[in-house]
């Protein structure tokens, strides 16, 4: 067992692409617009019309954009969603500087979680530095230094 990609509802392309792909540096890598039976029973949701969009980092797993056209009714991340939430889930991103990709962030569209880049000490762990943050949509993103 493998992992291909991550797959995120999105509420627009658009505005997704100017987080992740012109903010973080993200590339597309595809688009695509799914319908029909397979599609409505693949996501158990009538009517269902999605356009899909991959993006690839340098290395590792994409991330799927799944931007509902229809029905369009779906619901948003509470605004007072929490780290600890039973429903938080995070895509971790590794970066070369997390300092830098703070500032970045800072400077777009994202929603800190953590007070500021955290230095991990323990040698256990897989990376030195990281922070939490949400994108537009509020997905949690964990950026990480090796």
């Given at each position: 067992?493998?992992?291909d990609h991550?797959?995120?509802?999105?509420?627009?392309?658009?505005?997704?692409?100017?987080?992740?792909?012109?903010?973080?540096?993200?590339?597309?890598?595809?688009?695509?617009?799914?319908?029909?039976?397979?599609?409505e029973?693949?996501?158990n949701?009538?009517?269902?019309?999605?356009?899909?969009?991959?993006?690839r980092?340098?290395?590792?797993p994409?991330?799927?954009?799944?931007?509902?056209?229809?029905?369009?009714?779906?619901?948003?991340?509470?605004?007072?969603?929490?780290?600890?939430?039973?429903w938080?889930?995070?895509?971790?991103?590794?970066?070369?500087?997390?300092?830098?990709?703070?500032?970045?962030?800072?400077?777009?569209?994202?929603?800190?979680?953590?007070?500021?880049?955290?230095?991990?000490?323990?040698?256990?762990?897989?990376?030195?530095?990281g922070?939490?943050?949400?994108?537009?949509?509020?997905?949690?993103?964990?950026?990480?230094?090796?």
């Amino acid at each position: 067992l493998g992992i291909d990609h991550t797959a995120i509802v999105v509420s627009s392309t658009q505005n997704s692409l100017k987080f992740y792909r012109d903010l973080l540096g993200l590339k597309l890598a595809g688009e695509s617009l799914n319908q029909g039976t397979e599609q409505e029973h693949l996501n158990n949701v009538a009517g269902a019309r999605l356009r899909i969009s991959g993006l690839r980092a340098q290395n590792g797993p994409g991330i799927e954009f799944l931007e509902y056209l229809t029905p369009r009714d779906g619901r948003p991340a509470p605004k007072d969603t929490r780290a600890n939430d039973l429903w938080h889930w995070q895509t971790t991103l590794s970066a070369t500087s997390v300092e830098a990709a703070a500032r970045k962030l800072n400077g777009g569209r994202a929603r800190m979680i953590s007070a500021g880049v955290a230095a991990i000490a323990d040698k256990h762990f897989a990376f030195t530095k990281g922070f939490l943050a949400r994108d537009p949509d509020g997905h949690g993103l964990q950026f990480i230094e090796k």
